[in-house]
């Protein structure tokens, strides 16, 4: 069987994510609440993403990596939320939502 090899934006990323582990981006004295169900409306900082790895790549390609800021702006119940990421409003269902792991920024 023939190894596959990483090209260079799958280094970085997995970089990224030691370097970022190293640093505590969620050093709070809080347990990191799941997206969909967190209390409160406004800044959050990203501390993880669960998932497969088909559904961290693609979380990772929208920009939602671990130390990053989110702003939610609405919770429509438990089916979908409105997130701001770098200047982007994006929608996310609620299995999505589920695999995100914040805290208060």
Do not use: Y
Request: aromatic share 2%.
């Amino acid at each position: 069987m023939k190894q596959r090899r990483f090209g260079k934006a799958c280094r970085q990323l997995a970089d990224w994510g030691k370097r970022c582990k190293r640093e505590r981006c969620c050093s709070t004295p809080q347990h990191p609440s799941i997206l969909s169900q967190s209390g409160c409306s406004g800044n959050l900082r990203i501390c993880g993403v669960r998932g497969d790895r088909q559904t961290c790549a693609r979380m990772a390609s929208l920009g939602f990596l671990p130390g990053r800021e989110v702003e939610l702006i609405c919770k429509s119940g438990a089916d979908q939320c409105m997130v701001k990421i770098n200047g982007s409003t994006i929608s996310l269902d609620a299995d999505t939502a589920a695999a995100i792991l914040v805290a208060p920024a």
